[in-house]
C-alpha cells in the first residue's frame, strides 16, 4: 500500500526552513538521537481495526513498539502522558453513543517511564470505535499553560464520533500556540488526519509499517527536526512538483537564478541544493554543503546509517547499483529517496554516504509496440535487424547466412514461425527452403524484440534444435521512459554524462542529435568499439564532444567542451577549484605522470578535469576512478 505523505506547517515556516543542513554539523551521524525534552502527549488509537495483522504483524504490536521506543528515547525527565481511546468498550455489542466515550488517560502526565508504558499496554484489547475528537480534547486537558509541547495522534482510520477532531486541533492551537498537534496515519491517509496536523500546526505522516510507525513517532516528538528532514514528498515547507514561482510565494528569499544544467535549473541556497526541470519544477532536495551529504529522510536514514536500516524501512530498493540505490519514498507522487553507500557491493551491505530527495522512480513499464527481430548490428556484419517482420536477413556477410523471400506464419506473440529462402548450398546454386522461430521475447537495447533465432530445414527440427542464436547481444533491461535525454550539441557536462545519457548508458540511450558516427580502426581500440561526434569537422576539436561506446555496446566515456559549472577548455585551475569546493574530490594520473582531480557525486557518478600548465584541457565524464589511479582514458 503507498499512500501521499503530506507536511502541515504551523506559521513559523520561515524559521524551520531558514538552514538547509541538519542541526550541528552537516555531517554529522543520523542515528543521533532527536527527542526533544519538552512535553509530549501521545494519543494512541486502540480501535477494533488496530487489531488487523498487515503491518507485518499485528498494527496493535507495532504500535506497543513504537511508543515504547519513543519514550525510550527522550531526555530524562521529559514529561509524558498516553492518552488511548477505543481501548475499553467493544465496538461490536456497545452502542455508538456510550463506544465514542471510550477514551481514557493510560499515563498521566509524569517523567517519561518505559516500564509504566509496558504495564500501562500489557492488557489492552484493541476493540472499540475511534472517537479521535474527544481524546485530543482529553490530551489538552493535560497541556502545560505555557512554553512549548507536543501532541502526537497515531491512528489507523477516520474519527466515527464526534466532535470533529480537525475543529479540537484548531482549538488546542489557538489556547495553546507553542504546542504543535501532529498526526501519523498507520497504513491511511484519512483526510481527517490530515486535517488534524495543519489545524494544529504540526506535520502529517503515513507509516506503511512497524519500522516506519516507530521512526516516524520519534520524529513527530520534535516537530523542529521533522521539518528539517526529508519527508517523502518535502522537506522545511518546500515540496517535490511546486514551481519556482510557489516556493518563492511562501519564501521570498528563496533564489531566483541559479546554474543551467542543460534544460535543468541547479539552485544552491542554505547549504541545500534543489534542481528544477525545464518547466521549472522542482524535481530534487539535496541537503548539504556537498550536494546530499547532509541529507536524513524523516526515519533518521543519512550518512553513517547502515545500509540494511533503509532496506528494512523502505523495502527491496527499485535500483541498486554503483554504490547509489533508490528507494521508493511515495509511489503516487513519483518520488524516491536516492541513497549513496560505501563499503558493500549492495546497499544492504554497505554504510550510507548521503540522501537525496527526488523525482527518481522507474516509471511503469513503457507501452510494448510490435516487436523487431533482434538488433540492428548485433554482429558486425549482421543487416536488416532491428526491424519489424523482415523479408531479409543476413548474419554474416556469406551468401549461406542470408534468409531472403521471407513470409511470417505469425508475430508479436512469444514466438515468431517464417519461412524464406536461402543459397544454403552456395551462390548459383538451386535455392533451399529455410524455416525460422524468432523467440525469447523482451527488450533488446531499448526496443521490444526477439532475441533468440533458431534456423533449420525442416520446420519439425526448429524446437528440437538446439542452437539458438543471440540475436540481440546488448542491454536486456527495461527501459525507463521517464529518464529524459537532452543530449545535444548544446549540452553540458554534468557528473557522469551530459543531456541525460551518462556512462554505462546502452548505446541506444544516444539521440540521433550526433553530427557523425565513426567506427574504430584496426589499432588501439577494440574491435567495435564507435564513437559519436556531436561538433562538425574533423581532428581534436571534435573530440571536444564526443561519446565512445565500447564493443558490448555500453557508453565508455564522454569528452565534453563545457560543464554545468561553467568550466570549459581553457578554464584556469583555480576557476576549477572555486566550482567544485563543495563537491568529493581526489586524484587520477595522466601520461606525463602528474596528478589530475577527480571530482564525484554522491553517487558516485564523475568528472575528470585535466589541468596541464594550470589551465583546463579535457573535461570527460568516466567509470569510477580509484583514487591515484591511472586516468582511465590514457
Known amino acids: 500500500m503507498n499512500r501521499r505523505v503530506l507536511v502541515a506547517l504551523s506559521t513559523v515556516f520561515v524559521v524551520l526552513v531558514a538552514a538547509c543542513s541538519t542541526g550541528g554539523s552537516p555531517e554529522r551521524a543520523s542515528s543521533e538521537s532527536t527527542g526533544a525534552a519538552i512535553p509530549t502527549i501521545v494519543v494512541l488509537d486502540a480501535s477494533e481495526s488496530m487489531q488487523k495483522d498487515d503491518a507485518p504483524g499485528p498494527r496493535w504490536t507495532a504500535a506497543i513498539r513504537a511508543v515504547d521506543e519513543l519514550v525510550g528515547g527522550l531526555p530524562s525527565g521529559t514529561d509524558f502522558s498516553m492518552v488511548l481511546f477505543g481501548a475499553d468498550m467493544s465496538a461490536k455489542t456497545t452502542p455508538r453513543a456510550r463506544g465514542c466515550t471510550d477514551v481514557r488517560t493510560a499515563i498521566p502526565m509524569s517523567a517519561a517511564d518505559q516500564a509504566a508504558v509496558s504495564r500501562a499496554l500489557a492488557d489492552v484489547t484493541p476493540q472499540g470505535f475511534t472517537p479521535i475528537g474527544t481524546a ?47 498526526a501519523i496515519g498507520f497504513r491511511t491517509d484519512a483526510a481527517a488526519l490530515q486535517c488534524v496536523a495543519r489545524e494544529g500546526g504540526g506535520v502529517f505522516l503515513t507509516a506503511e509499517n512497524a519500522a516506519q510507525l516507530s521512526a516516524r513517532l520519534a520524529a513527530l516528538q520534535n516537530t523542529k527536526v521533522a521539518t528539517e528532514r526529508l519527508t517523502p514528498t518535502s522537506r522545511g515547507g518546500v515540496e517535490l512538483g511546486k514551481t519556482l514561482d510557489e516556493i518563492r510565494s511562501a519564501e521570498p528569499s528563496f533564489p531566483t537564478t541559479g546554474t543551467a544544467a542543460g534544460d535543468r535549473l541547479v539552485v544552491v541556497w542554505r547549504d541545500c541544493t534543489y534542481v528544477f526541470d525545464k518547466d521549472r519544477r522542482l524535481v530534487e532536495i539535496a541537503p548539504g554543503d556537498r550536494a546530499g551529504s547532509a541529507g536524513v529522510t524523516i526515519d533518521g536514514v543519512g550518512k553513517g546509517t547502515p545500509g540494511r536500516r533503509a532496506v528494512e524501512l523502505y523495502g527491496k530498493p527499485v535500483s541498486d547499483a554503483d554504490s547509489t540505490a533508490v528507494f521508493v519514498a511515495d509511489k503516487e507522487a513519483g518520488t524516491g529517496y536516492r ?71 505469425s508475430w508479436g506473440e512469444a514466438e515468431a514461425v517464417g519461412s524464406g529462402t536461402s543459397q544454403q548450398n552456395g551462390a548459383g546454386e538451386p535455392k533451399s527452403k529455410v524455416w525460422m522461430l524468432a523467440s525469447d521475447l523482451g527488450w533488446c537495447d531499448g526496443k521490444w524484440a526477439y532475441r533468440g533465432l533458431q534456423r533449420a530445414m525442416d520446420r519439425g527440427a526448429l524446437r528440437t534444435n538446439e542452437e539458438v542464436l543471440d540475436i540481440c547481444n546488448a542491454d536486456r533491461s527495461t527501459p525507463n521512459p521517464a529518464a529524459r535525454v537532452t543530449l545535444s550539441p548544446s549540452s553540458v557536462l554534468t557528473f557522469g554524462g ?88 581526489s586524484t587520477c594520473t595522466i601520461g606525463d605522470g602528474s596528478s589530475t582531480p577527480v571530482f564525484s557525486d554522491p553517487s558516485g557518478r564523475t568528472i575528470v578535469v585535466v589541468i596541464q600548465n594550470g589551465v583546463v584541457t579535457r573535461l570527460r565524464a568516466t567509470q569510477a576512478v580509484s583514487n591515484g589511479a591511472h586516468c582511465p582514458f590514457e
Not at 137 to 162: M, N, R
Not at 560 to 577: K, N, P, Y
Open 339 to 409: 541513497i549513496g553507500y560505501e563499503g558493500g557491493s549492495k546497499v544492504a551491505d554497505g554504510t550510507v554516504t548521503g540522501v537525496v530527495l527526488c523525482h527518481c522512480l522507474p516509471a511503469d513499464e513503457p507501452a510494448k509496440p510490435d516487436p523487431v527481430l533482434g538488433r540492428d548490428k548485433f554482429d558486425w556484419a549482421a543487416y536488416n535487424f532491428g526491424t519489424v517482420r523482415p523479408t531479409g536477413f543476413s548474419i554474416a556477410s556469406t551468401a549461406a547466412s542470408s534468409v531472403g523471400e521471407i513470409v511470417w506464419e
Open 498 to 585: 551530459a543531456g541525460g545519457v551518462y556512462v554505462g548508458d546502452p548505446v541506444s540511450k544516444i539521440p540521433n542529435t550526433y553530427v557523425r558516427r565513426e567506427e574504430a580502426g584496426m589499432g588501439m581500440y577494440p574491435p567495435g568499439t564507435v564513437f559519436f561526434y556531436f561538433r562538425p569537422g574533423t581532428g581534436a576539436d571534435t573530440a571536444d564532444a564526443e561519446i565512445w561506446v565500447n564493443p558490448e555496446g555500453r557508453i565508455h566515456q564522454i569528452s565534453w567542451f563545457v560543464t554545468d559549472r561553467g568550466i570549459r577548455i581553457g578554464s584556469r585551475e583555480s576557476d576549477v577549484d572555486r566550482a567544485y569546493s563543495r563537491d568529493r574530490r
Open 136 to 182: 485530543l480534547d482529553k490530551a489538552a486537558e493535560q497541556l502545560p499553560s505555557s512554553g512549548p509541547a507536543s501532541v502526537v495522534l497515531v491512528s489507523d482510520g477516520a474519527p466515527t464520533c464526534d466532535p470533529d477532531p480537525c475543529q479540537v486541533a484548531e482549538q488546542i492551537r489557538a489556547q495553546h500556540p507553542e504546542t504543535a498537534v501532529s
